[in-house]
């Protein structure tokens, strides 16, 4: 008896000293139904607060199968003790197939202040259609939710995950620092609304790599505050393409600065890569942009500077002096094929020009022959151009 108490105690000192045990929790041992029907939230709620609680890294673990999170659901990192939570996911969260059960939530499932949390695997489907076909008919309806946000939150990995038919964007990156998607696809149909893929939003230091994105609207958006982003090898439709902005709508508002999109590929978009701010007055700015090697095929606008931003073309801002500044863009081998005879358009401010535009190897066609270009208030250079006419 004796021996054995002591033996024990060795083993748990053992254990708390030098084990770096990483502990697992399965959602399905707490309660998580894989039919699909039973709300599982709280299974996943209870695995998240074990593996916060946790002194050691912590594994939570989907096994496949479809989970139903009937209701907006919050991971919060700030109590958190563990220095890591990796998420494995076999299997498919699901939303509820009637829309006004996350409608009204701004995101489904959303992280808030966590610190290196890894996503690995999964798919998330957010079952969007009847929320899209409640705005097309015009009815009244929510604004719909986003699929997965991560909120002021560091050193995140989202790896292999898949976003099916988003509500609205698909996954959004707001206030955070160091993060790392790769090898994300994201699915809903071109005619969705609002379905941007990734919007990311005054973060800093993130990369977005190896990812496949099908979607009604932004392939990629990078709203204001942005800075040491590094996208590649990204295939982008359908969609709008990727798209820093749309910007300036504050007039007090954080720019967007040092940015690489490099090896990507457009397939019939209404965008390749474009910059969007609004002709109101703003200290906003772009600075630093790099968009590298680049294939388009059948884009309308493969290249697009558009500081007259206003989608839906009613009480459009048109203060001359008013815009965002944008300055050092280099757009370097980018070709393909253009569904409109203007393939780049670069459509400054007269209060507020772009200037060190440049464009190196860029070879679009229209129908087979030499696309067209406009600049309205644009400065910068213009080398190696083929196969279309630059204005620059
Ligand atoms: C620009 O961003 C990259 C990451 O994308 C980073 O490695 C680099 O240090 C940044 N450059 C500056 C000047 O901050």
């Known amino acids: 008896m004796f021996t054995k108490r002591i033996t024990t105690s060795v083993v748990l000192v053992l254990f708390f000293q030098y084990s770096s045990a990483i502990v697992t929790y399965n959602v399905v041992n707490l309660g998580a139904k894989a039919d699909g029907r039973l709300d599982s939230k709280n299974a996943f709620l209870k695995a998240w607060n074990s593996a916060c609680a946790s002194a050691n890294p912590a594994i939570i673990y989907v096994p496949t199968g479809r989970y139903l999170i009937a209701s907006a659901i919050t991971f919060g990192g700030q109590a958190c003790k563990s220095k890591a939570i990796t998420i494995n996911i076999d299997g498919t969260l699901v939303a509820p197939s009637s829309y006004n059960a996350i409608g009204n939530a701004q995101v489904w499932i959303k992280f808030y202040r966590v610190n290196h949390v890894t996503i690995s695997g999964g798919t998330l489907d957010a079952q969007g259609a009847p929320l899209w076909a409640c705005k097309a008919s015009g009815k009244s309806c929510p604004q719909g939710a986003t699929t997965l946000g991560i909120y002021h939150s560091q050193n995140i990995v989202i790896n292999r995950l898949r976003s099916l038919n988003s509500q609205m964007f698909h996954i959004m990156i707001y206030a955070c620092n160091n993060a790392r998607l790769q090898g994300v696809s994201i699915v809903a149909p071109g005619l969705s609304p609002n379905t941007d893929g990734i919007h990311l939003i005054s973060s800093t230091g993130v990369t977005i790599l190896n990812s496949k994105i ?4 932004d392939c990629i958006s ?13 295939v982008c439709g359908p969609g709008h393409g990727i798209s820093i902005g749309s910007l300036g709508w504050q007039l007090q508002e954080p720019g967007v600065q040092n ?3 490099k090896s990507t590929t457009f397939m019939g978009t209404q965008n390749g890569l474009r910059i969007k701010t609004w002709a109101r007055h703003s200290n906003g700015f772009v600075n630093n942009v790099v968009f590298q090697h680049s294939s388009m095929v059948n884009v309308q606008n493969p290249i697009i500077i558009d500081a007259n931003y206003c989608p839906n073309k009613q009480n459009c801002p048109n203060d001359l002096l008013s815009g965002v500044k944008i300055s050092n863009v280099v757009y370097e081998d980018i070709h393909g094929t253009s569904a409109k005879q203007v393939a780049v358009k670069f459509d400054c401010r007269k209060g507020k020009p772009c200037n060190g535009i440049k464009l190196k190897d860029v070879n679009l066609k229209y129908m087979g022959r030499p696309a067209a270009s406009s600049c309205s208030y644009v400065g910068g250079s213009a080398s190696g151009v083929v196969g279309f006419m630059s204005c620059l």
Not at 214 to 217: E, H
Not at 222 to 234: A, F
């Open 214 to 217: 099908a979607t009604g609207d």
């Open 222 to 234: 990078i709203g204001p505050g942005n800075s040491n982003l590094w996208i590649e090898t990204v």
């Open 259 to 261: 940015v690489t999109v």
